[in-house]
């Protein structure tokens, strides 16, 4: 089969160690005071404000009744928010973006971030997942995961669940102080595992070799189990499956493979380029028979195996040959402050602009309530009238 055009892009000449050099500014210690420079002048000692704020404050008292969670108007508890930190990335994968243009939206100062994760947790989120464009190339990330591991959840009061999406470009160096600051987990994209296929999908020369550091430096720090995902497209990486399958054995990694979805930057997708579950499943279990595994919990997007000597640990995620939409929990924050209700929205909702005005929390809280009571039931991936998403995948927050 032809490769699609995508993949027939040059990798420009630009260096990954320049990238790293000029991005290594990200990373503050933990604590150290955000450099004003990052931030609007009022921004910085706003931040500062609700910093010490934060501290002084007493833990949030344990709510008593579940019936105060956020819930949708199909009756799903969202637990789960995702909160976009940048919309710049030091990658440009092929089927993500197209290479020519940089980020599209603005990002905010981190205190407007806590104040929303802040409000979406008194709302029974457990889970904030920390994403981009690249999260680790945001100035002020470890002081905003530090104040967020200070957070406990509304209703069992129990610490909450971090999390990050990287490309894993700049983690190599930031894995300990990512532990550090209270992240729990990583989940690190990686493409291929031939590292001249990796650096045709990013465009950036050596970054296989970057990335796989960075994977075993977050292991090292106690970031894991590391999750890997890997987004499969027919013609371009598909040959990559049992070389994936290895290197969760060897490296003791979880690869999840996710089928690609309608969002890229570019026209790409169609529904040929989709990699279904049942052709992984089949293709993996020609290698060694798989052993399915128990889901950890209702909402789990995906599906999880093993081999039959217990070695390694494949998961998979269908959004379109197997859509999870009616156990979704999620709602989206992008980097310039606009709530997402699905990643397939053609709508943003301006909660920054809300909070600008002057809202207080509790008006904040009754729109985010009315809002997410319209959080769409399904997205409609390969239907007739399928509209793209109002903003690609990079500039929602994956
Ligand atoms: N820069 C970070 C990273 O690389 O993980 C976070 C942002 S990235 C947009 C988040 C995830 O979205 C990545 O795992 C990426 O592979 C995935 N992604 C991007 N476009 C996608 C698409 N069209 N379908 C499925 N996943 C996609």
């Known amino acids: 089969m ?17 990238l790293s050099a000029d991005h290594a500014a990200a990373r503050l210690p933990v604590g150290a005071p955000l450099p004003e420079a990052a931030l609007p002048s009022d921004a910085a000692g706003r931040l500062r404000g609700i910093l010490s704020e934060a501290a002084s404050m007493p833990a949030d008292p344990v709510r008593s009744s579940d019936s105060l969670r956020l819930r949708d108007g199909h009756q799903r508890a969202l637990t789960d928010l995702r909160l976009s930190v940048t919309d710049r990335c030091n990658y440009r994968c092929v089927y993500c973006r197209t290479g020519n243009g940089g980020e599209q939206f603005t990002e905010l100062p981190i205190a407007h971030y806590l104040r929303m994760v802040r409000i979406f947790v008194s709302l029974g989120v457990e889970k904030v997942r920390l994403t981009g464009g690249e999260p680790l190339l945001r100035h002020g990330l470890l002081d ?45 994209s990686m493409d291929a595992v031939d590292p001249e296929t990796f650096a045709r999908i990013t465009r950036v020369p050596n970054s296989f070799e970057r990335v796989r550091d960075g994977i075993r430096a977050a292991q090292r720090a106690g970031l894991g189990p590391v999750k890997i995902n890997c987004v499969l497209l027919r013609g371009f990486n598909d040959s990559q499956i049992e070389a994936f399958a290895e290197f969760s054995r ?48 209702a909402s789990e997007t995906a599906r999880r195996f093993t081999f039959d000597d217990g070695l390694g640990e494949i998961g998979i995620i269908a ?25 397939f929205s053609q709508l ?34 390969g239907e007739p009238g399928f509209l793209k998403p109002s903003r690609g995948m990079v500039h929602i927050g994956g």
């Open 2 to 18: 032809a490769l699609p055009p995508i993949f027939q892009r040059d990798i420009p000449e630009e260096a990954s160690e320049a």
């Open 250 to 297: 060897r490296e003791q990694v979880i690869v999840r493979f996710i089928e690609f979805m309608p969002l890229e930057e570019d026209r790409s997708w169609s529904p040929d380029t989709v990699v279904p579950m049942r052709e992984i499943v089949e293709r993996l279990n020609a290698m060694r028979p798989l052993v399915a595994l128990p889901a950890h919990h």
């Open 319 to 343: 959004p379109v040959s197997e859509p999870f939409c009616g156990q979704c929990s999620r709602v989206r924050i992008t980097s310039d402050g606009k709530l997402r209700t699905c990643l």
């Open 144 to 188: 905003l995961i530090s104040e967020i591991s200070r957070m406990r959840t509304a209703f069992s009061g129990t610490p909450l669940d971090i999390a990050m999406t990287s490309n894993g470009h700049l983690l190599a160096t930031m894995a300990e102080d990512l532990k550090r600051a209270g992240l729990a987990r990583i989940t690190v």
């Open 348 to 381: 943003d909702h301006d909660l920054i602009g809300l909070m600008l005005k002057g809202a207080t929390d509790d008006e904040v809280i009754s729109w985010i309530q009315k809002v997410v009571l319209h959080k769409e039931a399904r997205h409609h991936i």
